[in-house]
Every structure is written in structure tokens, then in C-alpha cells.
């Protein structure tokens, strides 16, 4: 036949050009498919990059805290808390005194100076109070200088290892050979401070025995209400004399040359209470009150936010008009568009204000914490987040919503339900895997985003004063997105508080990452079938 | 028999009363939402106008928009109060030596403009959004088109999930550990663009991908069977539909790329810069200069120099100029999505 | 309003007596058909498993289609007969872990899951029609030059030639030559579809496959595109997938019956309607399951 010939020529491949084996096609695709495996290659990227700046951390973290040990400075500090519980008792013994004025003036209605007059005993006594830690005041401050002058040897001591290793790796022996290195023999250089042993003994028999003499002379306070307080104050003293045997026990068996163990340095950040850096005496790298900034800051804006943004996507999914709907739903994503940084802005500039004063107007006293005096704080951070957050759970909760099959709400309407009951017993139970995860991403939004909480949430590096109950969201707090932010313009590459920036990214990193997951999760596992 | 006496009488019953009452906090919890977003745009353009803005012709503070930051000098002369940027004030105190030494007050970047930040700012956006578009289309074609379900695209889907919820200051990080210390490219363009490119990689993806899923199976179809190849189908008849699609969606990119500082603030911003971008020796380095950007202005002068009457005019100057861009970006991308979505029916 | 073929189909079983009168049709119109005594042919579908992941679709299918013929594939839904068209121009490849396990399909006697056959090359000799019309959102002329194009014919002369001969050939040339610059997706569903067709034979193909093409269309609609399926049996080789019986007894040569995925019963379209051989195509073609 003839027609056959010319067919199987056709349908046979011969005439395509090929690269390396690869049609034009295939080389299409292989192209293609570069640019898909981007993302995968991105992920990992990152997290090479902030592993390879920050895996260093922990070895020189853990040097940090070796140096922290062998130069004394840990066994200074076993005494200066002595000395700042002190502090921290004669803080409690002005409370009191403030109590006891407002009590004068408020209540018995007495002008300043006579209720100043009434006190008179009462601040004695606390001066009195307030003495006793001298002997060991004198002490620490001692000994801070000696061991801040062993730390010093120490530094000088690395920084020469490091310019001789400069030396040596641009070929310079000769002049590496020239720099003296002097070792630091830390049982010599400790030697003077472990000796302050004994004066430390009498130092703080000598303080205690005060503090009995003055306990004794404890006046007597007006009300019983403040003679609770008086009590209360007596017993925490007892208390603290009671721990003056530990600390001494602590002392002498405390040993320079003991090895601080690995995971020390892991630890010491994950559970540090203390983020503190580039101090005279010792720099920690605790985590822990950015971690609860961050999460307070977050609490606050997800408490706004979901109420706002899951009752926002019930209203324009089930109740609105669709006029309303048609200028509502462009409108929220609008404000998903506004700037993070424009939104601190404004809370700098208006919002910290606006809510300090609102905080002051005296109608409002009986809220916790009000009045306030910090204008950028947990709040006012927390109040812009939760603007941020309430479009990204808006429109994926409003998504769960619309994907909830009319048949239910029909079903739901031809039993004789209100549409109340059927948007509470039936849409949202239907929709809300897809609420729980709209949240848990906006909750992703909010603990990573960086310029609101640098701008608004007041930077004090320190955990919130939990005691202080629901007033606690007055305080300012810092974040470990703004610290990062704030810190990372300034640190010198490689230090230990450069790497120290990086791990909190790391950290940063894989929270987003578990509440991605989380969030996915969720959707998978408890997404009811449809059709 | 009066006719309200039926069975189907509306009752105002307590079950009634208390749907009305939540529906209202639904409806309240809503239009406060709103309320807020338009009170925060509000106050910055009302506050922000005023520096824009300017009472003679051509009522636009062109000042603004063209000149670079400078310190603002506030003086008194002659029983006047003077206030003059740095390089007028110069040519003043050469006029006027009478002008008292030392009796001014200055206040950094109060006078002058913006114009380098915005300069900044429109590079930045132009470089990382052609990287992006460049490798988020071709990857949502390989998955829209090529892809066949399995453990790789799998992870591919994952990997782009998981990367659209990186928080932005971590790709800061990634980018200044990997672009400005590995690559040793520095504070630059370069580094941001990546940076930026990255970040808003999974936006364009998943929008590309919506777009292309969009153009009708048949499209491809009939093209196939018509003996065009895989290629020419998706050049020919896939990609000129869903192009304008992904183009619009990958606007809201546009907005984002524009409005994120933590990124940029280590890997491609500074805080002053005197030269413009172009004033540069040899090409090359064109690339690898930092710039100025708005949104890193913003942050500096709102929290890094003292507050006072005379920086609050440049804060919500720059917050306005700024909003305004993100805005007419946002708006243009609402607008002509909708536009297209009666064009493109089938 | 549009009486979709499933409906027209159910009008069966109420008139058996039309049957007998429609079924003689073909032999009717298409005596040249009957005429050639030994029709070559084509397509030869070999023992041939298919499977869609797990689930097998075809069974053991072997018939062969004859060179400028109409054979139709009817069957109830999900049978597999659209399937083994697909697999006739390889279109299956788009979908994801389908294989044809065993067996060929040999078109003149070129294996076409070969590895070194074209697929490109395949689908321009196996056109296309598909069951929903899917013109380009392109204007007419556009949609019906497309497939030239891709080959790189860009005379214009040639191409003006090309896209008057595709629409006189598809019947569609009076209503649309005034228009030819009109986006494809104006015209009305008969027209679209015939403007599928259309764009189909422009590229001159042995072989076109369509995949119920009437089956979106009104009555008026589909007796044009039954019409022009006699014209083009000339021309071409058409396989026609339908689940229109009266369809079938009117258009085509030889009838395929699918049942289950499995090949039931394939003759002579006359053969299979007056006097099936298999009592399962009895009880379809009679209108009791399906």
C-alpha cells in the first residue's frame, strides 16, 4: 500500500533535536521543573544559612559561661543575690510605706506633713532595715573588681591568641611570633577572692544579726489590714535568713575548675530568664523573656482578633446584605495591604497616646492596670497585631464558611431552626477545622511580624510581671523579632551576640514552621466530607 | 376573626430577641474592624496632606518628592522665625553673615524630600518582583502542567506552604547570613532584591497556579489534538489567557515586596545615602550599591531621631506618600482583576 | 432549551417499532460503503488492557477499524468506550498513572505506544472533537488556522484557502464568512462545535475521533453535525463515541457495543441494530439498561 509507507515514517521520531539525550521538550520540562524545585532549594537554604551563622552560639556560649565560672564571677554572684533579695525586701518594706501614706491622707484625711510625721517611726525603721546589707555591700563590690580584672586578663589573653592566628594565616610568623601571649592561671588569680571566705562568714553573721536587731523593732501599723502586710514583710525576712546556710554551703563547695557541661549552653538559652548584653560583667543569652514578649504580644492581638475576625466572617458569610458584603470584603483586604511599618507608625504617633489616655479617664479605673504610664507596650502592639491578623482570618475563616454545602443550612432552615441556631449548631461546627487553622495562621502572622512590635512594644528586655494579673498587658515587653531587628545593625559578624541573633531566627523559623504544620493539620484531619 | 390571630404570627419571643441582639455584635464586630482600618488611614492622610499638599500652585509639595533628606534649620532672624533646609540655610548664613552663629536648632531629615526613597523603593520593588514573577510562573507551570502527583511535588507543595509562613525578618536573616556575608554582596540592591524575591516567591506561585488552573482543560485539549506540542500549547494557549491573572494577582506581591521593611533592613537599605541610585562609576556597581527605601525612612524617623514638631511633618509625609503607593498599587490590582474576570469569560 | 440525548434515548423503549425503520438508514445513505467489498484497514486495536491507576478500564478490547469508515463505540456510561478513543491519538497521556498493560493499537501497522513514535506527529493524523465544544477564546479565522500554524504555514494565501475548504467542509461557511475576524466563542453551540470540527480537519488528519460531540447540543444543533458526519465520511476515517442509539443507526458503518470495559459485540451497524448476536446488545440497543 502505498498510503502505509509515508504513515510510518511520519509517526516514527526521527527529525527532534536532543540534548544530551533529552528531547526539546524534555529540556522544557527539566527547565521547568528547576524553577518548581526552587522553593524545596529555598527552605533549605535558609535553613543552611541561619544553622551555619548560628550553630556557633553554643560553642562560644559555652565558653562564655566556662569564663563566667573560672573567673569568679559566678561565685560573686552566689553573694550579690544575697544582696539583691535584700533590695528586694526594702522595695517591699516602700510599698508598704506607700500603702501606709495613702492610708494617712486618704482615709484618716491627715495634710502631707502630718501624715509624713506618723511615719516617721515606720521610715527609721526601714532605714535601719536598709543598712544592714552593708558589710556585704562592701564585700561584693570588692570582690566585683577583682574578678572583672581576672575576666579582663582573660580577654586580653583571646584577643592575642586571635591576632596571632591573623598573623599566622597571613604568613606573618615573625610578627605572630612577637605577640605575647601571657596564660591566665586562674587558681592564682582566684585565689584572693576565694580567700574572702572567712571575711565573708563574719560579713554575714554580722548582717544577720542586724537584721534581727532591727526585725525586733518593727513598729506596729494602723490598720490590720497593713499589719498583715507587716507580718507578711517579718516572715519573708525569716525566710531569707533562713537561706543564709546555702548560700554559704554554695561557696564552699564551689570549684572554678568544674567543666560546665555541653548542654549548658543549649539551656542556658532556651531557659534563660536573662537576655543581657554588652554588660561590664556578664552577658546572658536567655530567651526566655522574648519568648514571652512575643507570645504575650500575640495572646493579646489573637484575643482581638478572633472574635473580630471569625464574627466579621459569620456577618458578611451569613447575615450581610450583598450590598454590605460587596464594600466589606474589599474593604478588610484592604487593610491586610496597609504597611506593617505604617501601622507602627501610627502607634507611635497616635494609638500609644490615644490609649494611655483613655487608660487615665477616670471611668475607666476599674479596669486591671489602669491607669498606665508606658505608652508602647503589650497593648498597643497587641492592638495593632490584632489588626494585622483579623484580614488573614477574616478571609480564610469567611473561606471555611462558604465551603459549608448549602444543603446543611437548607436542612438545617426546613427543621424550623432560627438562623441563629443554624450558624451555631450547624455552619460553624461544620467549618471549624477551617476557623481553628484561619487562627492558627494568623497566629503565624502575628508572632513573626517584626516592625509593629519593634515600633510599639516598649523594648524592656524583661519578663512581664505576671503577678500583677491582667494589668500585666500595660507592661512593655520586647520581642524576638524586634530584638533581632533591633540588635542586628549593630553586632560585630561572628561575636557570640551575632550568633546569638541567629538562633533566635532558627527558633523564629521552626515555631512558624510547627504552626504551619499544626494549621495543616487541622484542615487535613478534621475536614468533614463534602460530596 | 382578626387576621393577626394565626398560627404563622411573627412573635417577638426571647429566641428572637437574642438572635437580633448577636447578629447586631456580628454586624458591630465588622463595621469596627473597618472603622479601625479607616481611622488609621485617615489620620495619615488627613495629617499627612499637610506636608504633601501645599495651599499655593501648584499645590503639591514638589520639594517633597524631589529632593533628597536634610536637616531642618530653625532660627531666628531679625524678630522672624526662619526654618531652612541645610543647603538653603548654607546660602543664607553666606547672605546674611549677621545670622547669629550657633543660635539655630537643627532637626536631622525634617527638610528636603523623599525622592531617594521612593527612587529606592521602585528598584527594589521593579528587580525582585521580575525574579519572582520569572521563577513563580515557571514553577506553576511545571506544577499546573507538568506535574504528576507523587513525593516530589508533594514536598514541592510543602516546601512552598511552609515558605509562605517563614516570618519576614527570618528571609532578613537568610538573606544577610547568605547574599550580604557568603556571597560578600554586601548592603545591596542585589541582596534585597533575592531577599524580597524569595519571600514573595510563594505568593506569585500559588496565585500563578490559580490563574492557570483557571484556562479550561479544553483549551489544552484541543490544542494537543491538533498535533501541537506540549510547548506550543502552553506558549499558544494556556499562557496568553492566564496571564493577565497571574499579572494582577502577583500585584498584591507588588504591595507586600513594597511594604516590608524587616527584610530589607539588613540587606539592602540605609538609613542616608547621598547619591542617587544612577551616580554610580562603573555599571556594575549599580548593583551592588544599598539604597534608601520608604519603608525603612519610615521606621528611622519615627523611632531612631527625636520627636518634635518639625520630624512629625516628615513622618506623616513619608507614612502618607508611602500608604498612597501600596494603595493605587492595591487598588490597581482590585480594579483590573475585575475587569478582566468579564473579559476572559468562557 | 436544550433535550439533551440521554432523554431522546429514553423515547426507545416507548417506539421499538422506530428501530427497525431508522436502524436500515445507513445502508440507505452510504451505499458506497457497501460497495467497497474489502475495506483495508486502519486501525487495528489488539488485545489491548487498559488501566487508570489501579482500576483496569478495558479488557482484553481487539477490533479493527476500517479506512474511511464511521464506526461508532456505543455503551452504557463508564463502559470504556470514550477511553479506548482517547487512546486511539494517545490523549490519555495527559492523565496521571493511566498505562496500557498489554496488547497494541497499530495504526497502518505502526505501533503507536512504540517509544519512538511522535505523539506530536500521531495527534495531527488522529484529530480530535471533543464532547464539550472547546473553541479557542480566539476569533474564527484564528481558531481554525491554530493547527497550521503550529507547522509553521504562514502564507496567507494558503491560509484563506485553508479556512474557507475547513468551513465549507464543516457546513459552516455561509454563517460565519462575514464574520471570520469574530471571537470563535460568539457563535452558538452547533456552531461551536462544528467550528471544532472544522479547526479538526483543517489540519487534514486520516483519522478523527469524536468523543460524543453531540451531546451539549439541541436537536436542530446535532442534525446539522449528523449531516456533516455523512458528508466527511468521505474524507476521513471517523470514530464516533455516542450515547445516542439512533445516533449511531443513523451515522455510522459499523457499531462497536461496550460493556463493563469489555468489547460486547462489534458488526455491521444494520447488523447490530435489526439483529444483534449477544443478548446483553439486544437488551441495550432495545433500550432495557443503559
Known amino acids: 500500500m502505498e498510503a502505509s509507507s509515508p504513515a510510518s515514517h511520519l509517526l516514527v521520531n526521527k527529525s527532534r533535536i536532543r540534548l544530551f539525550g533529552l528531547s526539546f521538550d524534555d529540556c522544557i520540562r527539566v527547565f521547568f521543573g528547576g524553577n518548581a524545585i526552587v522553593s524545596i532549594i529555598v527552605l533549605a537554604l535558609i535553613t543552611y544559612f541561619l544553622f551555619r551563622e548560628g550553630a556557633g552560639f553554643f560553642g562560644q556560649n559555652r565558653q562564655n559561661l566556662t569564663v563566667y565560672r573560672q573567673a569568679g564571677l559566678e561565685y560573686i554572684d552566689f553573694i550579690r543575690a544575697q544582696q539583691d533579695d535584700h533590695t528586694a525586701l526594702t522595695r517591699y518594706l516602700s510599698d508598704l510605706r506607700l500603702r501606709q501614706f495613702r492610708h494617712y491622707t486618704q482615709e484618716a484625711k491627715l495634710p502631707v506633713a502630718d501624715a509624713n510625721a506618723k511615719l516617721a517611726v515606720f521610715d527609721d525603721f526601714a532605714g535601719q532595715f536598709g543598712d544592714t546589707v552593708e558589710p556585704i555591700r562592701t564585700l561584693v563590690s570588692d570582690l566585683t573588681e577583682q574578678a572583672s580584672a581576672i575576666k579582663e586578663k582573660f580577654t586580653v589573653m583571646e584577643d592575642k591568641k586571635e591576632e596571632r592566628r591573623q598573623l599566622m594565616a597571613e604568613g606573618r610568623k615573625g610578627d605572630a611570633d612577637r605577640v605575647i601571649i601571657t596564660p591566665v592561671n586562674f587558681a592564682e588569680e582566684l585565689k584572693p577572692i576565694i580567700g574572702t571566705l572567712p571575711a565573708y562568714k563574719e560579713a554575714s553573721a554580722e548582717f544577720s544579726r542586724r537584721i534581727e536587731q532591727v526585725l525586733a523593732t518593727a513598729p506596729v501599723l494602723p490598720t490590720p489590714e497593713l499589719q498583715v502586710r507587716m507580718d507578711r514583710f517579718k516572715q519573708l525576712t525569716r525566710e531569707y535568713l533562713s537561706g543564709f546556710p546555702a548560700v554559704v554551703s554554695h561557696l564552699e563547695s564551689w570549684d572554678y575548675a568544674k567543666p560546665v557541661p555541653a548542654v549548658q549552653a543549649l539551656t542556658s538559652f532556651i531557659f534563660g530568664r536573662e537576655w543581657l548584653t554588652a554588660s561590664f560583667w556578664q552577658d546572658w543569652y536567655g530567651v526566655i523573656p522574648l519568648l514571652v514578649g512575643s507570645l504575650m504580644v500575640s495572646a493579646v492581638a489573637l484575643l482581638l482578633a478572633v472574635p473580630l475576625g471569625v464574627g466579621a466572617a459569620i456577618y458578611v458569610n451569613q447575615i450581610a446584605t450583598p450590598a454590605e458584603q460587596k464594600f466589606i470584603k474589599p474593604g478588610i483586604e484592604f487593610i491586610s495591604a496597609i504597611p506593617s511599618v505604617v501601622l507602627g507608625f501610627f502607634g507611635i504617633a497616635v494609638l500609644g497616646q490615644a490609649l494611655r489616655a483613655l487608660s487615665q479617664a477616670s471611668w475607666l479605673s476599674w479596669v486591671p492596670g489602669f491607669p498606665y504610664s508606658e505608652r508602647l507596650n503589650i497593648l498597643t502592639a497587641g492592638c495593632l497585631l490584632a489588626l494585622m491578623a483579623v484580614p488573614t482570618i477574616f478571609t480564610l475563616a469567611e473561606d471555611a464558611l462558604n465551603n459549608v454545602p448549602r444543603a446543611f443550612k437548607e436542612a438545617s432552615f426546613a427543621l424550623g431552626a432560627t438562623r441563629l441556631q443554624t450558624v451555631i449548631k450547624i455552619i460553624v461546627p461544620a467549618s471549624l477545622s477551617g476557623i481553628i487553622s484561619a487562627v492558627l495562621l494568623g497566629l503565624g502572622r502575628v508572632i513573626g511580624e517584626t516592625m509593629v512590635v519593634l515600633l510599639c512594644a516598649g523594648n524592656r528586655i524583661a519578663i512581664p510581671d505576671f503577678s500583677a494579673g491582667l494589668a500585666v498587658v500595660t507592661q512593655p515587653v520586647h520581642t524576638m523579632t524586634g530584638i533581632i531587628a533591633q540588635e542586628m545593625g549593630e553586632v560585630v559578624q561572628g561575636s557570640i551576640h551575632y550568633r546569638a541573633l541567629f538562633v533566635v531566627g532558627i527558633l523564629l523559623f521552626f515555631l512558624s514552621l510547627g504552626i504551619n504544620y499544626v494549621a495543616q493539620i487541622v484542615v487535613r484531619r478534621y475536614r468533614i466530607s463534602i460530596g | 376573626m382578626p387576621a393577626t390571630h394565626h398560627v404563622f404570627r411573627a412573635q417577638l419571643t426571647s429566641a428572637r430577641r437574642r438572635e437580633g441582639f448577636i447578629f447586631f455584635l456580628f454586624g458591630a464586630a465588622t463595621y469596627f474592624v473597618l472603622l479601625c482600618g479607616a481611622v488609621v488611614i485617615g489620620t495619615i492622610v488627613v495629617r499627612g496632606a499637610g506636608t504633601v499638599f501645599q495651599a499655593r500652585a501648584p499645590f503639591i509639595n514638589t520639594t517633597f518628592f524631589t529632593e533628597a533628606p536634610e536637616s531642618l534649620h530653625v532660627f531666628q532672624y531679625q524678630g522672624r522665625k526662619m526654618e531652612l533646609g541645610d543647603a538653603a540655610f548654607r546660602t543664607f548664613e553666606a547672605a546674611h553673615p549677621d545670622v547669629a552663629k550657633g543660635k539655630s536648632d537643627s532637626y536631622v531629615y525634617s527638610a528636603g524630600g523623599i525622592f531617594p526613597c521612593i527612587v529606592g523603593t521602585v528598584l527594589l520593588v521593579v528587580g525582585s518582583m521580575a525574579i ?61 532584591w533575592f531577599t524580597l524575591a524569595f519571600m514573595v516567591l510563594p505568593v506569585i506561585i500559588t496565585a500563578s497556579e490559580e490563574s492557570l488552573k483557571a484556562v479550561p482543560k479544553g483549551f489544552r485539549e484541543g490544542s494537543l489534538a491538533l498535533g501541537a506540542t506540549k510547548w506550543q500549547t502552553i506558549i499558544k494557549n494556556v499562557l496568553p489567557y492566564a496571564l493577565p491573572g497571574i499579572l494582577t494577582s502577583s500585584i498584591l506581591g507588588i504591595a507586600r515586596v513594597a511594604g516590608e521593611t524587616a527584610p530589607i533592613m539588613f540587606t539592602a537599605a540605609y538609613v542616608v545615602r547621598d547619591k542617587l541610585p544612577w551616580q554610580v562609576d562603573k555599571f556594575s556597581d549599580f548593583f551592588f550599591q544599598g539604597v534608601m527605601a520608604l519603608p525603612y525612612h519610615i521606621y528611622v524617623v519615627s523611632s531612631k531621631i527625636p520627636q518634635n514638631e518639625y520630624t512629625e511633618r516628615v513622618q506623616y509625609g513619608t507614612a502618607f506618600v508611602f500608604l498612597l503607593i501600596v494603595a493605587l498599587i492595591a487598588t490597581a490590582s482590585i480594579v483590573l482583576r475585575n475587569r478582566l474576570r468579564n473579559r476572559y469569560k468562557w | 432549551m436544550v433535550i439533551t440525548a440521554p432523554i431522546l434515548m429514553d423515547t426507545l423503549p416507548s417506539a421499538p417499532t422506530i428501530r427497525p425503520a431508522t436502524a436500515p438508514a445507513p445502508a440507505a445513505t452510504a451505499p458506497a460503503g457497501q460497495a467497497a467489498p474489502a475495506a483495508e484497514t486502519l486501525i487495528d486495536i489488539d488485545h489491548v488492557d487498559f488501566f487508570y491507576g489501579q482500576s483496569q478500564a478495558l479488557h482484553d478490547v481487539s477490533l479493527q477499524i476500517e479506512d474511511k469508515k ?43 505506544h512504540q517509544a519512538d513514535v511522535d505523539v506530536i506527529e500521531l ?110 465520511r468521505t474524507r ?55
Open chain 2, 132 to 192: 519572582a514573577l520569572t521563577l513563580g510562573v515557571c514553577a506553576a507551570i511545571y506544577l499546573n502542567e507538568y506535574a504528576r502527583d507523587g513525593t516530589f511535588i508533594r514536598f514541592v507543595r510543602l516546601a512552598i506552604l511552609n515558605l509562605a509562613g517563614v516570618p519576614s525578618i527570618v528571609f532578613g536573616l537568610f538573606g544577610f547570613g547568605m547574599f550580604v556575608i557568603f556571597f560578600g554582596w554586601n548592603v545591596s540592591l542585589l541582596a534585597g
Open chain 3, 70 to 112: 464511521v464506526t461508532a463505540f456505543i455503551g452504557p456510561s463508564g463502559c470504556g468506550k470514550s477511553t479506548l478513543l482517547r487512546c486511539l491519538n494517545r490523549m490519555n497521556d495527559l492523565i496521571d498513572g493511566t498505562r496500557v498493560a498489554k496488547g497494541s493499537i497499530k495504526i497502518r501497522g505502526v505501533d503507536i
Open chain 3, 123 to 232: 495527534r495531527k493524523r488522529v484529530g480530535m472533537v471533543f464532547q464539550k465544544s472547546n473553541p479557542f477564546p480566539k476569533s474564527i479565522y484564528e481558531n481554525i488556522t491554530f493547527g497550521l500554524r503550529l507547522q509553521g504555514v504562514t502564507n496567507k494565501a494558503r491560509l484563506d484557502e485553508v479556512v474557507e475548504k475547513s468551513l465549507r467542509g464543516a457546513a459552516l461557511w455561509d454563517e460565519v464568512k462575514d464574520r471570520l475576524n469574530a471571537s470563535g466563542l460568539g457563535l452558538s453551540g452547533g456552531q461551536q462545535q462544528r467550528l471544532c470540527i472544522a479547526r479538526a480537519i483543517a489540519v487534514e488528519p486520516e483519522v478523527i475521533l469524536m468523543d460524543e460531540p453531540c451531546s451539549a447540543l439541541d436537536p436542530v444543533a446535532t442534525a446539522k453535525v449528523e449531516e456533516l458526519i455523512q458528508e466527511l
Open chain 3, 236 to 290: 476521513f476515517t471517523i470514530v464516533i463515541v455516542t450515547h445516542n442509539m439512533q445516533q449511531a443507526a443513523r451515522c455510522s458503518d459499523k457499531t462497536a457495543f461496550f460493556y463493563m470495559g469489555k468489547l460486547i459485540e462489534y458488526a455491521d451497524t444494520r447488523n447490530i441494530f435489526t439483529n444483534p448476536a449477544n443478548a446483553q446488545t439486544e437488551a441495550y440497543v432495545s433500550g432495557r439498561f443503559g
